[in-house]
């Protein structure tokens, strides 16, 4: 049985198209849904009973397993667990400008990059668009806050992922829905050229970012294997072709690792690979774990990073830092359960 946050609003009406209905009754279940938050379809009064028994018979409700909760200064992380007992996660951040969402794409992720806790944790499966919908539904009803951002960059590769992934952009994009434009919604890749490529021609205004985490191929390619596949020169071509044919700024993330990215000549070398490229760059202070050795950069250094590329017009930022209380690290919460 399908689950029914699993449908875009246009497949929905072609459902009902199929049993006899009016398409018009998708816009009154999608609204009982995401707008009234119905738990049953026996709750949508305004639609008959025929079609809320067959609605019943055909979809289910089942809703991931909220599992655990942290909460630190302007951040929770949550952990859930999936019908086939599988556990993923998501962090929500609190901003001056609204509240944020990472979620997962993957259970586990096969892009083992050497810094990161998901890494170390390979994929299992694909999660199905429903199942990333229904991180930002159980969030929204515990904080009882709309979810104003939506960044698919928690644990797996969101380009490994493709389809789901792009339906679950549909779902909470679409205006009778969860509504969250698409400018307000981010896609963070490794570098999956042929994910990119597809994704250039998808329409909307969804951002993209790259985590790049170095700036030539024999340093990306001992942190990031993906690199290997999908070498720089390949990439920031296919970056250049991104921005000529959406029109769009892409943000290249970089996380900064004491003594293995941080210096002076990855600053220039980094400044070298944008230049001219309608980008900025978001500075990320590592989140140290147990289970990995990589050190953070002290933040005088990361300051000086900053400065070389912002005295070069490079458009860049400082992540602000969350969850010192909490498994801040991608798939960290999940690694310790």
């Known amino acids: 049985m399908r689950n029914i946050y699993d449908l875009t609003i246009k497949e929905l009406e072609e459902y009902l198209l199929s049993i006899g209905e009016k398409s018009f009754r998708s816009t009154q279940i999608y609204e009982g849904l995401y707008k009234k938050r119905l738990s049953t379809f026996d709750d949508m009064t305004n639609i008959s009973k025929d079609l809320r028994k067959r609605l019943s018979e055909d979809f289910s409700f089942y809703k991931i397993k909220l599992l655990v909760k942290q909460e630190g200064d302007n951040v929770n992380k949550y952990l859930f667990e999936l019908e086939d007992g599988n556990k993923i996660e998501s962090v929500l951040m ?67 992922n493709y389809d789901n992934v792009m339906r679950f952009i549909k779902i909470i994009n679409c205006g009778k829905g969860i509504d969250i434009g698409s400018r307000h919604i981010t896609i963070s890749t490794c570098g ?11 329409e909307g205004q969804v951002n993209l970012a790259i985590s790049l985490h170095a700036p030539n191929d024999e340093l990306r390619s001992k942190l990031m294997p993906v690199n290997r596949a999908y070498h ?13 044919k959406k029109n769009r700024r892409v943000t290249f993330e970089y996380i900064m690792l004491e003594g293995i990215n941080d210096s002076e000549k990855e600053a220039k070398e980094l400044v070298k690979l944008l230049k001219g490229i309608n980008c900025y760059v978001n500075l990320i202070p590592y989140n140290e774990t147990e289970n990995i050795g990589f050190k953070r950069t002290k933040e005088w250094k990361i300051l000086k990073f900053y400065d070389i590329l912002k005295s070069n017009k490079i458009n860049t930022t400082i992540r602000k830092e969350f969850g010192g209380a909490v498994d801040a690290a991608c798939g960290q919460l999940r690694a310790n359960n």
Not at 232 to 244: G, P
């Open 94 to 160: 609190f901003h001056d400008y609204g509240t944020s969402i990472c979620v997962s794409s993957q259970v586990g992720c096969n892009m083992t990059c050497a810094f990161c806790e998901s890494g170390r944790l390979k994929k299992v499966r694909n999660l199905l668009a429903y199942e990333i919908v229904e991180q930002i539904l159980i969030i929204e009803e515990d904080i009882q806050k709309r979810i104003t951002h939506v960044v698919v960059m928690g644990i797996g590769e969101p380009f490994d």
């Open 192 to 202: 999956i050229i042929p994910g990119i490529k597809k994704f250039m021609n998808e």
């Open 232 to 244: 720089l020169d390949e990439l920031m071509e296919t970056i250049k072709e991104y921005i000529s």
